[in-house]
């Protein structure tokens, strides 16, 4: 059984910076071979992916995040990172974490993130 626990969000102003962690765990899952990929899902809206990285390490990024966020891994800690700058308001969401393409059954709590003045 998989598990995706996200933490690390919080209240931030805008122009303001959070960093996201994504520990995975479960009996035979290893994030070292899969592409991950931060979700974020805004009230109202559907989920998106935001950003993603590949078993290599290779990443790409919605328009709407490039240059502000920074996606990364630790294998040896099965722990998938989501550096995030220059924050806005547009940003408000929660965020998940997931493979790429997800498993439905993996999908946690999610983390809040709330960028307000």
């Known amino acids: 059984q998989v598990q995706l626990v996200e933490s690390g969000g919080g209240l931030v102003h805008p122009g303001g910076s959070l960093r996201l962690s994504c520990a995975a765990s479960?009996?035979?899952?290893?994030?070292?071979?899969?592409?991950m990929g931060w979700y974020r899902q805004a009230p109202g809206k559907q989920r998106e992916l935001v950003a993603r990285?590949?078993?290599?390490?290779?990443?790409n990024y919605a328009d709407s995040v490039k240059g502000r966020f920074t996606i990364s891994r630790d294998n040896a800690k099965n722990t998938v990172y989501l550096q995030m700058n220059s924050l806005s308001p547009e940003d408000t969401a929660v965020y998940y974490c997931?493979?790429?393409?997800?498993?439905?059954?993996?999908w946690g709590q999610g983390t809040q993130v709330t960028v307000s003045s």
């Open positions: 997931n493979t790429v393409p997800p498993i439905p059954p993996a």
């Open positions: 479960g009996a035979i899952f290893s994030i070292r071979a899969m592409g």
């Open positions: 990285i590949t078993s290599g390490g290779s990443t």
